[in-house]
């Protein structure tokens, strides 16, 4: 991380009570690389099918976060942590079909080989979803966009989502593009090993808008809901009513659900008690479990 972020920042990743304590309150938090101008620069690229979205502007707040080199780790394959690598990747997202500018900014912003072993280095930015210990895997690029674009479906073009629960950390690479597209994001990981992988993961990009937890993710965050959007990374054979009753009225939850075979599923709340479920498609999650281990 270059030398010019401020003293003055909380240690990474800030507790849960440091949010939440007594009533509820936003912390101030920076703009998203991701903005409305890269945005529409973004959405006019990847309407046709083709091209590349633009990158955020290195004028944008926060741009530095994700762009500054975060030795020793950006420092594993010269290759893998080039633009144009991850260009390339965002290029063919686009053309399967994610016309989000947003996430697609946010998608050519956070390095994915970071986020996983040096061993794999040369398949980060492949289309595939790769081990990352603990029987769970980083999800394929597609799917990460894929999901985040459907939570998002409610947004304006160009807008930001407020406050974002994921369930499932893993190694934070999901974290960390949701946090180029929602003002305050809230990711939860029951396997130890991994909330504290995923702390390492992203101590070196100082993401100030994102909050980890360890705990069981079914449960959700009821002390700081109602959120604006809810990803699952993990498949149940359905959602867990805790969660349902965390999202905001008129918001998306995005979530796969079966067993052996599995749909992605945008779930909407439109009412107190009233939710409406659509099929999007076919993916393959590890299954959710409920505690932690």
């Known amino acids: 991380m270059s030398g010019d972020v401020s003293d003055k920042r909380s240690t990474f990743p800030l507790p849960l009570s440091s949010v939440t304590g007594g009533a509820v309150r936003k912390p101030g938090l920076p703009t998203p690389v991701a903005t409305p101008q890269t945005a529409t620069r973004n959405a006019s690229t990847a309407a046709g099918g083709v091209g590349r979205p633009a990158a955020p502007s290195p004028r944008a707040p926060g741009y530095a976060q994700a762009h500054a080199p975060a030795a020793p780790v950006a420092q594993r394959s010269d290759l893998m942590a080039s633009e144009a690598v991850r260009r390339a990747m965002v290029a063919r ?5 994610v016309k989000d500018g947003v996430v697609l900014g946010a998608m050519e912003a ?4 970071l986020f996983i072993e040096p061993a794999l280095s040369a398949q980060a930015y492949i289309d595939a979803s790769l081990p990352i210990g603990h029987n769970q895997t980083i999800s394929q690029p597609y799917i990460v966009a894929r999901m985040i674009e459907a939570m998002r479906a409610a947004i304006p073009a160009g807008g930001q989502l407020g406050r974002v629960l994921e369930i499932g950390t893993g190694c934070g690479y999901q974290a960390a593009v949701l946090s180029f597209v929602a003002r305050e ?37 009821p002390q700081v809901a109602p959120f604006d959007g809810i990803i699952l990374a993990a498949a149940g054979l359905e959602v867990p009513r805790a969660l349902l009753e965390q999202l905001a009225i008129g918001a998306h939850l995005v979530a796969p659900v079966g067993a052996q075979v599995q749909h992605l599923e945008r779930i909407t709340r439109i009412g ?7 099929t999007l498609e076919a993916c393959h999650f590890v299954p959710l479990r409920p505690g932690t281990i």
């Open 272 to 278: 107190k008690s009233e939710w409406a479920s659509e």
């Open 93 to 97: 997202v686009a053309k399967q079909g």
């Open 110 to 113: 956070v390095p994915r080989h």
């Open 185 to 221: 994001v809230y990711s939860i990981e029951r396997i130890k090993p991994l909330h504290e992988l995923a702390k390492t993961n992203l101590r070196p990009l100082r993401i100030s808008n994102l909050r980890l937890q360890y705990g069981d993710g079914m449960l959700g965050l």
